[in-house]
């Protein structure tokens, strides 16, 4: 997934951690420019590009808020006015507006279990016909009388309570006796009961779960307003990449054009586009500047080599960089662009778990923020194993969860995917590495935490 361009960053990526550590010990002295007290600070790294210094990379937690930071300040720009969704289309959307109950629930008495709604004491006189559910209001009933009725079913008017069929039992003469004492009003759901018309049920800024989709429906709502999905255009960019077979010649398959926008809509955006570009700069030049999604996600081309294109692409349009390389690994040649008041683009480094990385550091909080979502809260797992860190950045290593805690898996290079399709979440790992039974942050991903955010469709 890597185009030539790439590799002076990309090979950095996948030195084995050991051997990042002996760099270290070989090179003693303040790393990425840091000084310590009275050190003489380093000048600035070059990258190649048009003689500039490069960026100090953005330490991973900072780059996160930046994300949030950035999406706040384009929801103040530009007003994103709600929309009316259908039910069937609102599933991970956050509401707008108060939902309010449009009638009482239940809206009239029913039954809360099948068997007999009787009137008085008993024994009782049951009639010949039933009351099923959906059904007109029934024929009310008098002392001693009882009527077979079904779950939901409307309770007949002067009904005194619902015996459960394994409550009671008939006679030779139709006559219906109780098993057990009956109590006024038992399994009879009164009209109300869970709300009344006009009764707030939920507050603007609640996600819409199945739940919450379920109770809209029950308090008469065919559509909810909700804030609507951030746009989303994805630009796949790399000149090696096949979409179909298997790899040759120099060649490899597209991992990241099948993975992200799936991903993305997960991530609760609308992916309105796919665009395989290849390395043309001039190419990149007119899809970026013909967007109008709220974001632009690109993959690959975030170096400084000959045929990486995004960062002369942003100068070109002016466009100013919040974040310019992470502290995290893999990852770390991503970025975070502002290209109007109320359009961002995150460039995706070309290796597929380099780009997971970049995509739950950047795109996530974003979107997340853009569409209004409450954050997750943070928690942590002892890991089962210990992990190497690198010397100075954050690791997110794929990991299961397990009664013994999260367990970290193989294969978590930034080429690999196998360990991230296998994976619950991403262990957060500080640098300098992690010990067995050390609590670790964990990064749910979006089809593990409940199914909230899964929207592959």
């Avoid at 770390?332 to 970049?358: E, F, I, T, W, Y």
Wanted: one cysteine or more.
């Amino acid at each position: 997934m890597t185009s030539p361009g790439t590799r002076a960053d990309e090979d950095a990526e996948d030195l084995d951690v050991e051997e990042a550590l002996a760099l270290v010990q070989e090179n003693p002295g303040p790393p990425h420019g840091r000084t310590g007290h009275g050190a003489t600070p380093a000048p600035a790294p070059h990258d190649g590009r048009h003689g500039a210094p490069h960026q100090r990379a953005t330490p991973w937690p900072e780059a996160r808020t930046a994300a949030e930071r950035a999406a706040r300040a384009a929801a103040r720009a530009v007003c994103r006015t709600p929309v009316s969704v259908p039910l069937d289309a609102a599933l991970g959307l956050t509401l707008a507006a108060p939902l309010a109950a449009l009638t009482d629930l239940p809206s009239f008495d029913t039954s809360a279990m099948d068997g007999w709604v009787v009137a008085g004491p008993g024994p009782w006189a049951v009639r010949d016909e039933g009351v099923l559910a959906g059904h007109a209001e029934p024929a009310s009933l008098t002392d001693g009388e009882a009527v077979r009725i079904a779950t939901g079913a409307r309770v007949p008017l002067d009904a005194t309570a619902v015996l459960r069929t394994e409550h009671g039992r008939t006679d030779e003469h139709s006559r219906l006796h109780p098993a057990r004492e009956v109590v006024h009003g038992q399994d009879i759901r009164p009209r109300g009961q869970e709300c009344r018309r006009g009764d707030q049920l939920l507050s603007v800024g609640t996600l819409a779960t199945p739940a919450v989709l379920g109770l809209a429906a029950a308090a008469g709502y065919d559509t909810l307003t909700a804030v609507p999905r951030p746009r989303v255009d994805v630009l796949v960019l790399g000149d090696e990449l096949l979409t179909a077979g298997l790899p040759h010649d120099g060649l490899i398959r597209d991992a990241l054009g099948p993975m992200l926008p799936p991903w993305l809509r997960a991530l609760g955006a609308e992916v309105r586009a796919v665009r395989r570009i290849g390395d043309d700069a001039e190419a990149l030049h007119r899809a970026v500047t013909a967007s109008d999604a709220d974001l632009i996600v690109t993959t690959g081309g975030t170096a400084a080599g000959p045929v990486d294109h995004v960062h002369p692409t942003l100068r070109r349009i002016g466009a100013e960089l919040l974040v310019d390389g992470v502290e995290v690994r893999p990852g770390h040649p991503m970025l975070l662009a502002r290209l109007k008041d109320d359009q961002h683009l995150v460039g995706l480094p070309g290796n597929p778990l380099a780009a997971v990385s970049g995509l739950l550091t950047l795109a996530e909080p974003l979107l997340r923020t853009l569409a209004a979502r409450p954050a997750p809260e943070p928690y942590t797992v002892p890991l089962r194993d210990a992990v190497h860190g690198h010397p100075h950045d954050t690791r997110l290593v794929p990991v299961v969860l397990r009664d013994e805690g999260a367990v970290p898996l193989h294969y978590n290079g930034p080429a690999m995917l196998r360990g991230i399709a296998a994976a619950d979440a991403l262990a957060v790992v500080p640098p300098g590495g992690a010990r067995s039974g050390q609590e670790a942050e964990l990064l749910d991903l979006p089809w593990t935490t409940g199914g909230i955010g899964v929207c592959f469709t």
